[in-house]
């Protein structure tokens, strides 16, 4: 059972070039949610999906799009990225929303 | 919207109890948890504690919730080196999401 897997683990993407995190679980959840985290802020809701087919903006979604075209996937993507979208960027998946939610390691991303 | 509020930092010694503290603006909030994150590792749920309880003891762990105060804490009795990490209060009320503070670095003094 691996859980919740994120790749890749680290990429340095150069300013305005684009690319796609993947996150997948093998726990039928309904409940997928990518954040982001920065020194000082804790974790920040980027966008998170309520079930196959939907996706809803969370508290930072500018700069991000995301698809959950199978249940297992919640794709994040940066279309131009920033320096301002440096961070390390966390999926989770959760059964319901008042359930535990189960976390990726993590993809260390660094814009130059 | 939701705001969950930790200081960043505590450092204790070991073998002292640490206690981490945590408040909320959800009046709604339902259950209120507690993640631990070590260096280069994702969130792992430590506890949660429904709303409509005050305290949940689990071994070292002790969460209080005051909730006319919208306060929560956890206490680690024995504090180890291996409790040195950043702890996250969150909790979830509706919105079909949850809410997560800025975590508090535990640092635990040989």
């Known amino acids: 059972n691996a859980g919740v897997t994120q790749t890749p683990k680290f990429r340095v993407l150069k300013t305005g070039q684009s690319m796609t995190l993947l996150c997948a679980q093998d726990?039928?959840?309904?409940?997928m949610y990518w954040y982001r985290q920065d020194p000082g802020m804790g974790l920040r809701l980027i966008h998170y999906?309520?079930?196959?087919?939907?996706?809803a903006k969370g508290e930072v979604p500018d700069g991000y799009n995301v698809s959950r075209l199978k249940k297992q996937n919640f794709l994040l993507g940066l279309e131009s990225a920033a320096p301002s979208q440096t961070s390390v960027y966390f999926c989770a998946s959760y059964e319901g929303w008042d359930t535990e939610a189960f976390f990726g390691q993590g993809t260390r991303l660094t814009v130059v | 919207g939701e705001d969950v509020e930790q200081s960043l930092f505590l450092s204790v010694r070991e073998g002292d109890s640490s206690v981490i503290n945590c408040t909320y603006t959800d009046s709604s909030s339902t259950y209120l948890y507690w993640y631990k994150q070590e260096p280069g590792a994702g969130l792992q749920l430590l506890t949660y504690?429904?709303?409509?309880?005050d305290m949940k003891q689990d071994q070292r762990l002790t969460v209080l919730l005051n909730k006319k105060d919208k306060h929560l804490s956890l206490r680690i009795a024995d504090t180890q080196t291996g409790d040195s990490a950043i702890y996250f209060c969150a909790e979830s009320g509706g919105y079909q999401k949850v809410t997560f503070g800025t975590g508090t670095k535990l640092q635990v003094i040989p």
């Open positions: 999906s309520v079930g196959e087919g939907t996706t």
């Open positions: 504690i429904f709303s409509n309880m």
């Open positions: 726990m039928n959840h309904e409940y």
